[in-house]
């Protein structure tokens, strides 16, 4: 029996190899490119409104990042850094306006078609739960649902919340355990869009001089003009790798992410595919 895939961005796990890779990046890594101004706002406002805003405006704005991402005709991803940072006021929405300084957070962009998904074979990756292991991003992975995935992918319900929690480690074996938020919403046959974020800093070893302390993220799925699917992805993530003495403020660390996201996202077309 094939174990389902699990689709999430939160996390980023380099195996042994990056050590040397990672070392070279930080003295020779180009900074990413900055996200236009206007589709680094509309990523905002879906991060602020994902859950409170009616569907017309969420399509509304759907609209205009779309047109911004140049989704109808893009045939390669855009990965870049995001020029603007949450505030303790943008954490308001999921009641984190009292922890961690998100100014910390560097703004992590994705925007890539999917062209072996739709909206109907994205969703079921999207809510996979399972407690087994995943050879490339989780040394261990559980999820629990607040509502029914099954009356969500059904569609008898819109929206789909969920805790998880998973252990994963960073190079040097490097271990943490880290407890997310999750929402997803369906908006009209149109739209997924999934919100989520670290409820609290990461769990390291007493010895480690790691920390992943933030990571607010905020997903859109949705055809494009052209039929395709596509993939709209702003991350706002602060982690140290004690082991390299780099963060996410060092590009030398900062671009091997990016890659990774690409990497996720061909391994959940791929998925789609039936690959």
């Known amino acids: 029996m094939t174990r389902p895939r699990i689709y999430h961005h939160n996390v980023w796990v380099p195996r042994p190899p990056w050590m040397s890779i990672l070392l070279l990046l930080c003295c020779c890594a180009p900074p990413p490119e900055p996200a236009p101004a206007g589709l ?42 995001l020029p603007l940072r949450l505030s303790r006021e943008d954490l308001r929405t999921v009641g984190l306006e009292g922890g961690e300084d998100p100014a910390r957070a560097r703004g992590l962009l994705l ?19 399972t407690q087994a292991f995943h050879p490339d991003l989780y040394d261990a992975y559980g999820r629990a649902f607040d509502g029914e995935e099954a009356a969500f992918l059904a569609g008898r319900a819109q929206r789909l919340a969920w805790d998880a929690t998973f252990q994963a480690h960073l190079p040097v074996d490097d271990r943490y355990t880290a407890h997310v938020r999750g929402e997803l919403r369906r908006v009209e046959g149109r739209l997924l869009v999934q919100r989520s974020w670290l409820k609290g800093p990461a769990v390291f070893a007493a010895d ?33 790798v004690g082991a390299l003495g780099l963060s996410t403020e060092d590009d ?4 091997p992410m990016l890659d990774r996201l690409v990497a996720l996202d061909a391994e959940l077309d791929g998925a789609c595919g039936g690959g």
């Open 40 to 81: 680094a706002d509309n990523l905002r406002w879906q991060w602020l409104h994902a859950s409170d805003a009616g569907d017309a405006e969420l399509l509304e704005a759907l609209d205009a990042l779309s047109a911004a991402a140049k989704a109808d005709s893009r045939e390669q991803p855009q990965k870049g850094q």
């Open 111 to 129: 925007l890539q078609p999917l062209p072996n998904c739709t909206l109907s074979t994205v969703a079921p990756l999207l809510t996979s739960a």
């Open 208 to 240: 480690s001089r790691s920390s992943f302390p933030q990571d607010y993220g905020v997903e859109l799925f949705f055809e494009a003009p052209a039929g395709r699917l596509f993939h709209a992805l702003a991350t706002w993530r602060e982690l140290r």
């Open 252 to 255: 030398g660390l900062f671009s």
